[in-house]
């Protein structure tokens, strides 16, 4: 028996990687297809009640455009409450002043924050506590909302019956750091979890969302433990959610491409916290399981590349291997082609896909390091080394 030359290797290598990248691709092309857009279900015959809830931490950017668009929102009945994290900057001036033009503005200031709760998740909560609605809409300081929100988000949660809704919103990047990790992470949740399949099964593991846009059904949003549930739980968005998932209720995600808008981070500073803080998370700590995937993620994406520029130094490197390559990357750019039209991403921002593999490796990896040394910061507040989902 013949043994395998490395050219053999190299065959079998890209043949699994384009298996590998075509499974990728199957679920990206049917998350396209059940990944519906906020806008698309009709009115309901009556309107619910709504607590819109806004936790804001020196937010003081954005604080004033967020307030001014919910205020500006064409729904009949809501309440918009904003609670004051103890910033240390004029957040709470510029809501004080915008409540004093709009009675309808409800101003919280945050109690202090106890030794077992996360920040974030503390502020969420003492906003629960004072909503009326039957809905609860959490939203980030730092979104931006077009005036008929609110009425799309009513009619997708009749539409769909569901207990919680989590949309996507338009992501907005500008500096070079952005560019590199926030397409990135939107390409992770188009190809990374079967959309479709969550909708037939009730395993909280096969659940994605982002706490930027969360609407829970009131008596959901309990049953599940509210963010007490979750208060030492870093990615509370993906904690509280596996926990609706778990009880059987539905759950849905939606794009809300024309309706809410966002630039999540500014600069490089704001990226590394933002991501160090949470991707560790994100794989429940298992630094196993989250090594295994990145590993799995280079080879997939970087390794065909690497391969086709290597080949033209590569003495008699087999015009089959060529053509599997080739393959492979055409598959690996499609991806990220799909990825960028879907959700609005700069196209250019394809032929650097490359780098955003390897920056989104090393943030993966710092994120890791700095969580189980207790380092990983957020908004000037420690993050806890570790709590499972």
């Not at 979750?230 to 926990?243: E, H, P, S, T």
């Not at 491409?257 to 990226?271: A, G």
């Not at 055409?330 to 990825?339: C, E, R």
């Amino acid at each position: 028996m013949s043994q395998l030359t490395i050219f053999d290797i190299l065959l079998l290598l890209e043949t699994g990687t384009i298996a590998g990248l075509t499974i990728l691709l199957i679920i990206s092309l049917s998350n396209l297809w059940y990944l519906r857009r906020l806008h698309n279900y009709e009115k309901p015959k009556t309107w619910p009640r709504i607590s819109v809830l806004v936790p804001a931490r020196n937010e003081e950017e954005n604080i004033g455009r967020c307030v001014s668009d919910l205020l500006a929102q064409d729904y009949p009945d809501y309440q918009l409450i904003v609670l004051d994290d103890n910033s240390t900057d004029r957040t709470l001036d510029i809501l004080q002043e915008f409540a004093r033009k709009d009675p309808r503005l409800k101003i919280i200031k945050g109690k202090p924050l106890p030794d077992d709760w996360l920040g974030k998740h503390w502020a969420c909560q003492q906003l629960s506590e004072e909503a009326d609605g039957e809905l609860y809409l959490f939203i980030d300081a730092d979104t931006m909302h077009e005036p008929d929100m609110l009425r799309c988000a009513a009619a997708a949660m009749e539409g769909e019956k569901a207990a919680l809704i989590s949309v996507l919103p338009h992501q907005i990047v500008v500096s070079w750091p952005e560019k590199l990790s926030i397409p990135a992470f939107y390409l992770g949740m188009l190809c990374g979890v079967p959309i479709g399949l969550t909708r037939l099964q009730t395993n909280p593991l096969l659940f994605v969302c982002l706490g930027q846009f969360l609407m829970f059904q009131k008596d959901a949003y309990w049953a599940a433990g509210g963010y007490s549930a979750v208060k030492q739980n870093i990615v509370d968005d993906l904690a509280i959610g596996r926990r609706i998932v778990a009880m059987r209720l539905r759950y849905r995600l939606l794009d809300g491409y024309r309706h809410i808008s966002c630039r999540m981070y500014k600069n490089l500073d704001q990226v590394w916290k933002g991501l160090t803080k949470s991707t560790f998370a994100t794989f429940n700590f298992n630094p196993f399981f989250m090594v295994f995937i990145y590993l799995l993620i280079l080879i997939l994406f970087l390794g065909p590349l690497a391969l086709l520029i290597a080949s033209p130094f590569i003495q008699g490197f087999p015009l089959s291997v060529l053509i599997l390559t080739l393959v492979a990357t055409m598959l690996a750019a499609t991806l990220w082609i799909l990825s960028d039209l879907r959700f609005h991403f700069p196209f250019y921002l394809v032929f650097t896909y490359p780098l955003s593999v390897v920056f989104m490796t090393v943030i993966a990896l710092a994120s890791m390091v700095l969580t189980l040394q207790g380092k990983a910061r957020w908004k000037d507040r420690g993050m806890p080394k570790f709590v499972k989902l």
